[in-house]
């Protein structure tokens, strides 16, 4: 089973939806969580931590489920902007050294 | 503007040839990292340097070294490589190494090179 576990989509999403998908772990040592942004050939960059209360920044909802090993990110009101690749980032901790571990990653397309 | 740079933005060699990778973050961060991204695959985290020092390396070829000769620069070396690295090849870095608070390991990456080998 693969550390972090992503739905490669893509989610086709009429523009103005809503679009929610999910980004399971498998290490239950695994203590911090990120959702970055990458667009097409473009370096990824940091969209929001998440954190176990669960976080929301605009538009974007984050929501942590340690019971079940797993991150969610919900986006309102889709724009044509959104459309990009969301990675997912789960950061374990270790004795030897922290581990960060990235997902492959889910595609989202906004369509008018 | 991430407050990361690389150069070049691409690189094409032939697997005899030597190249290296040059990154230098503007941020003030004590950690940098190298990542690999393939097609169709997961970032994978290739080296980590704290204050200077490798922490972490993922059982990468030697054909590739890196080097931090300070905390705002970073290189990768390359050598004798294969058509399989073909890759987009990322740095970042964080305000602090993986050892210490989580909140202190975003990162900020570059905007890559685009190697390919032939």
């Known amino acids: 089973r693969k550390e972090v576990e992503q739905d490669p989509g893509p989610f086709n999403v009429p523009e103005g939806a809503t679009v929610a998908f999910n980004c399971t772990y498998s290490?239950?040592?695994?203590?911090?969580f990120f959702w970055y942004r990458q667009d097409c050939r473009k370096e990824p960059k940091l969209l929001m931590s998440?954190?176990?209360s669960g976080n929301e920044d605009g538009r974007f909802t984050a929501q942590l489920n340690r019971a079940s090993q797993y991150i969610s990110l919900l986006i309102r009101d889709s724009k044509l902007s959104d459309s990009a690749t969301y990675l997912c980032v789960v950061l374990i901790f270790k004795a030897a050294g922290n581990k960060l571990t990235f997902g492959g990653g889910t595609r989202v397309l906004v369509k008018p | 503007e991430t407050g990361v740079t690389q150069t070049p933005r691409h690189l094409v060699m032939g697997m005899t040839n030597k190249k290296s990778l040059k990154c230098e973050q503007h941020?003030?961060?004590?950690?940098m990292y190298w990542y690999k991204q393939s097609a169709k695959k997961p970032l994978e985290l290739m080296f980590v340097y704290s204050l200077e020092e490798r922490v972490e390396n993922n059982s990468v070829p030697s054909r590739f070294s890196p080097e931090c000769p300070n905390s705002s620069h970073l290189f990768l070396h390359l050598h004798t490589l294969q058509p399989e690295d073909s890759a987009l090849y990322l740095c970042a870095s964080s305000q602090d190494g993986p050892r210490l608070l989580a909140e202190r390991n975003e990162q900020f990456f570059g905007p890559g090179t685009r190697l390919t080998v032939l």
């Open positions: 941020l003030g961060h004590n950690a």
């Open positions: 998440v954190y176990s």
């Open positions: 290490n239950s040592a695994s203590q911090s």
